[in-house]
């Protein structure tokens, strides 16, 4: 039986008995020195080590770490702000599959792209809370729905429809993330005001590499959105893809972007690129566990306090593979057998792997009907599940 843990009490261990902190004192420094090291001790040095100033060379030098080194402290500064062994299960919904007008390469829900998704509209109310309720009995406190849309505009009735699905899922306890595009500042406001945790928007590369990737959307069109939601008061969720025949300056890149910004991101994801037949990327060789482990030890040397997510290609990682992805910092992963269109890991693999390696869910952060004074509606009939 999984035993969860709340946040509240990660939060008083961290800052009452974390064991990481006398151990940070007193780690000897080792004979060959890295900038992972020198980075990562400076971060466990202090409970307010969050830094935004961080250049690309410095780290560029905690990245080119050597990877013994690099995973080691970046698991001393997971331990030191995080409980080292609880991963937030969160489940991934396509409440609106495909016909996007966006060019994203690594996408098979592109218009432009001849692969085998087809557009659907956006799904009934009845069937997403039937799949909210699904993923909360399987274990996950974030439910994220994800539709594939440019953008908001000329989508009133069903930006209106989602805003309810939002109110109703954070009624059943659960955090409550959206990707839907860019959105505007008046649509990140009503978003806040209907409940909403997060909002993803992914940055997916550094700024160099990213017109070889997307031609219809900029980047800074994207990190206008960053900042709409920001200044709404709702959680970042945003970061990238690697696999996508990137340089490895252009992971660094991105890592800056979202180690500098205003505020690190509450939620960094880190996808491997699952190649799909007819998108241009379905060529590109697959991700190798070190380049993972490489990503996720610097993001969370460099945003310590982020929730760094093990997201897709994850379901081309063995156990062993994933266990050194949560040493080396990641704490979450979506759960189910979908991730939008392609394959995620079995349910009953991801339990087996909690049981194996003593990992705990964590429970959901503040979100409970009572604190948001809304009501919850009467259970439905359910309806079909796309999950
Ligand atoms: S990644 Fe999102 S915006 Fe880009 S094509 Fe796919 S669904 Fe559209």
Same mark, same amino acid.
Not at 175 to 181: A, D, F, I, Q
Not at 326 to 342: C, H, V, W, Y
């Given at each position: 039986m999984l035993k969860r843990i709340s946040v509240a009490a990660r939060a008083m261990a961290s800052h009452s008995s974390n064991p990481a902190a006398p151990l940070a004192a007193n780690v000897p420094r080792s004979l060959l020195g890295s900038a992972a090291e020198d980075a990562a001790l400076a971060a466990v040095a202090t409970n307010s080590a969050l830094r935004f100033?961080?250049?690309?060379?410095?780290?560029?030098?905690?990245?080119?770490?050597?990877?013994? +080194?690099? /995973?080691?402290?970046?698991? /001393?500064?997971h331990r030191k702000f995080h409980d080292g062994r609880a991963v937030q299960q969160c489940t991934l919904l396509s409440i609106k599959t495909g016909g996007c007008s966006e060019d994203c390469s690594y996408c098979p829900q592109s218009s432009k792209h001849a692969t085998t998704v087809e557009a659907t509209k956006l799904m009934k109310e009845d069937a997403v809370l039937a799949a909210a309720r699904k993923a909360k009995e399987a274990g996950s406190s974030r439910f994220c729905m994800g539709a594939a849309w440019r953008d908001m505009e000329g989508r009133k009735s069903n930006f209106?429809?989602?805003? %309810?699905?939002v109110k109703e899922i954070r009624g059943m306890g659960m955090? *409550?993330?959206?990707?839907?595009?860019m959105i505007t500042e008046t649509q990140a406001k009503q978003l806040k005001e209907a409940g909403l945790t997060a909002y993803n928007h992914n940055l997916d590369t550094s700024r160099e590499f990213y017109p070889k990737i997307i031609t219809t959307r900029t980047y800074d069109e994207r990190l206008d959105t960053l900042a709409h939601v920001r200044d709404a008061g709702i959680n970042v969720c945003s970061g990238g893809i690697i696999g996508l025949g990137e340089s490895h300056d252009d992971r660094v890149g991105m890592l800056h972007t979202l180690a500098t910004l205003p505020e690190h991101p509450e939620s960094v994801p880190v996808n491997? /690129?699952?190649? *799909?037949?007819?998108?241009?990327?379905?060529?590109?060789?697959? *991700?190798?566990?070190?380049?993972?482990?490489?990503?996720? %030890?610097?993001a969370r040397i460099v945003m310590p306090q982020t929730m760094i997510r093990l997201s897709a290609g994850r379901v081309r990682f063995t156990q062993p593979e994933q266990a050194?992805?949560?040493?080396? %910092?990641?704490?979450?992963?979506?759960? %189910?057998?979908? /991730? &939008?269109?392609?394959?995620?890991?079995?349910?009953? +693999?991801?339990?087996?792997?909690?049981?194996? &390696?003593?990992? *705990?869910?964590l429970e959901p952060k503040s979100v409970t009907a009572k604190d948001l004074e809304i009501e919850i509606p009467a259970p439905k009939v359910k309806d079909e599940i796309l999950i």
């Open positions: 100033d961080w250049s690309k060379n410095e780290i560029k030098r905690i990245y080119d770490s050597p990877l013994m +080194d690099l /995973l080691f402290y970046s698991s /001393l500064v209106n429809s989602i805003l %309810g699905y955090e *409550v993330c959206c990707t839907l595009g491997a /690129l699952l190649a *799909v037949e007819g998108t241009p990327l379905e060529a590109q060789e697959p *991700v190798k566990i070190w380049e993972m482990i490489r990503m996720i %030890g610097t050194m992805c949560f040493m080396a %910092g990641a704490n979450s992963i979506f759960t %189910g057998d979908k /991730l &939008l269109t392609t394959p995620n890991n079995a349910y009953n +693999d991801d339990k087996a792997m909690f049981e194996t &390696l003593g990992l *705990v869910p």
